[in-house]
DNA sequence: AAGATGTGCAACCGCCCATCT
DNA sequence: GAGATGGGCGGTTGCACATCT
């Protein structure tokens, strides 16, 4: 059985709201707040909406101090950075950009940055593709293909292939098209940056320093796990930057291309993995986008604490939308967990 | 000039969760 | 404790406008 419905939807008005009703719901509002029930609040006023889309138009539109368009780099950058510590929760994103609501991030995110990333990865693919071919001329190996000719992306791991039998826990998707996971890890690549110099922050020397090279997304990103974690991970950072040099380094031989990238995090991510393969599993699933199957077992320890983790889709894409938030809970947990363990030898 | 296609954005939908009764 | 209710959120849709052919 459905819930009842929040207001007569029959004798409520859709669509666009007009500046006489605008007008009606904003003065109300200022004069006397909206009284804690936005359900009741249309028919305080004589406005034939619903509550909700009465809530709405106010925290979108009609709130003061709400900024339209023009977002600058600086604000798409701290999106992105943002996008990829705690994915789409578009309020949160909102609340670190004053004068932005989330619907309006969203749109934007939706509309304009993803293509603009998508844009990026595509030129950058087109490069790597002609390197690729030239140098395969050159070694005049038989057997050379170009990364995309075999289905392999020259960016992400490997995935693993399917095994023979095992059932499709979702209809299946080609993995490079999984757009959610696809723009994170280009994300990641990319250092957390969408616009300004194509030439990624160096990252020599620093240790575990999250990829985003000023000083404000780095503070963004600490807001953002203390809003998510309990009060352990707020030392996180502090932690992490307070390792010795070259704790994590490694030469990222035999890891994912991922980890080739310019951003030191994900080879840091693949140290504690490599380093810990059992209780990181579940990472790996978040920041590749794919399952993991345990050798040996036949379990998977991702699926003791994840809704979705069946065996199926130990080797299929994870419905990253559905398992994200408590994935880089767990991401986090998991580093400042390690992070701790290494300080403590 | 006109139709087709693409883009951006406001608004809606439906789900989840916290609170109330 | 269970159901009802409202707030909040992310995903999606629909429409107006812009651009292309």
């Not at 293909?145 to 289905?151: I, L, V």
């Not at 320093?209 to 600490?222: A, C, F, M, N, V």
């Not at 203390?226 to 352990?232: C, E, K, L, T, Y």
């Given at each position: 059985?459905?819930?009842?419905?929040?207001?007569?939807?029959?004798?409520?008005?859709?669509?666009?709201?007009?500046?006489?009703?605008?007008?009606?719901?904003?003065?109300?509002?200022?004069?006397?707040?909206?009284?804690?029930?936005?359900?009741?609040?249309?028919?305080?006023?004589?406005?034939?909406?619903?509550?909700?889309?009465?809530?709405?138009?106010?925290l979108n539109y009609l709130r003061p101090n709400?900024?339209?368009?023009?977002?600058?780099?600086?604000?798409?950058?701290?999106?992105?950075?943002?996008?990829?510590?705690?994915?789409?929760?578009?309020?949160?994103?909102?609340?670190?950009?004053?004068?932005?609501?989330?619907?309006?991030?969203?749109?934007?995110?939706?509309?304009?940055?993803?293509?603009?990333?998508?844009?990026?990865?595509?030129?950058e693919q087109q490069v790597r593709r002609a390197?690729?071919?030239?140098?395969?001329?050159?070694?005049?190996?038989?057997?050379?293909?170009?990364?995309?000719?075999?289905?392999?992306?020259?960016?992400?791991?490997?995935?693993?292939?399917?095994?023979?039998?095992?059932?499709?826990?979702?209809?299946?998707?080609?993995?490079?098209?999984?757009?959610?996971?696809?723009?994170?890890?280009?994300?990641?690549?990319?250092?957390?940056?969408?616009?300004?110099?194509?030439?990624?922050?160096?990252?020599?020397?620093?240790?575990?320093?999250?990829?985003?090279?000023?000083?404000?997304?780095?503070?963004?990103?600490?807001?953002?796990?203390?809003?998510?974690?309990?009060?352990?991970?707020?030392?996180?950072?502090?932690?992490?930057?307070?390792?010795?040099?070259?704790?994590?380094?490694?030469?990222?031989?035999?890891?994912?291309?991922?980890?080739?990238?310019?951003?030191?995090?994900?080879?840091?991510?693949?140290?504690?993995?490599?380093?810990?393969?059992?209780?990181?599993?579940?990472?790996?699933?978040?920041?590749?986008?794919?399952?993991?199957?345990?050798?040996?077992?036949?379990t998977n320890s991702a699926d003791e604490s994840?809704?979705?983790?069946?065996?199926?889709?130990?080797?299929?894409?994870?419905?990253?939308?559905?398992?994200?938030?408590?994935?880089?809970?767990?991401?986090?947990?998991?580093?400042?967990?390690?992070?701790?363990?290494?300080?403590?030898?």
């Amino acid at each position: 059985m459905g819930r009842a419905p929040c207001c007569d939807k029959a004798n409520v008005k859709k669509g666009p709201w007009s500046p006489e009703e605008d007008a009606k719901l904003k003065s109300y509002i200022e004069k006397h707040g909206t009284g804690g029930n936005w359900i009741a609040l249309p028919q305080k006023i004589g406005l034939k909406r619903c509550g909700k889309s009465c809530r709405l138009r106010w925290l979108n539109y009609l709130r003061p101090n709400i900024k339209h368009g023009g977002f600058s780099e600086e604000e798409d950058n701290i999106i992105c950075s943002l996008y990829i510590s705690i994915g789409s929760r578009w309020s949160i994103i909102a609340a670190q950009l004053p004068g932005r609501t989330d619907n309006d991030i969203k749109n934007y995110w939706n509309t304009r940055l993803k293509k603009k990333l998508l844009g990026k990865q595509r030129k950058e693919q087109q490069v790597r593709r002609a390197c690729a071919l030239k140098q395969g001329l050159k070694k005049g190996k038989e057997d050379f293909t170009a990364p995309d000719a075999n289905n392999q992306n020259p960016y992400w791991p490997e995935l693993p292939a399917p095994m023979e039998g095992m059932a499709v826990p979702y209809p299946y998707q080609d993995p490079r098209l999984n757009d959610h996971a696809l723009i994170r890890k280009l994300l990641i690549k990319l250092g957390g940056r969408l616009s300004g110099n194509d030439q990624p922050p160096s990252m020599e020397g620093m240790n575990l320093q999250w990829p985003l090279d000023i000083s404000t997304t780095e503070r963004l990103y600490e807001n953002t796990i203390n809003m998510f974690s309990s009060a352990s991970i707020n030392s996180f950072t502090d932690t992490c930057s307070s390792l010795p040099n070259n704790q994590f380094s490694r030469n990222g031989a035999g890891l994912s291309p991922m980890s080739q990238g310019p951003s030191n995090f994900p080879m840091e991510l693949s140290d504690m993995i490599y380093s810990n393969p059992h209780r990181l599993e579940g990472l790996l699933d978040c920041y590749y986008g794919v399952g993991v199957m345990n050798e040996g077992n036949g379990t998977n320890s991702a699926d003791e604490s994840t809704s979705w983790g069946n065996i199926g889709s130990s080797v299929y894409p994870s419905p990253l939308s559905n398992c994200e938030g408590f994935h880089q809970e767990m991401l986090q947990e998991c580093l400042l967990s390690e992070a701790k363990h290494m300080t403590s030898h």
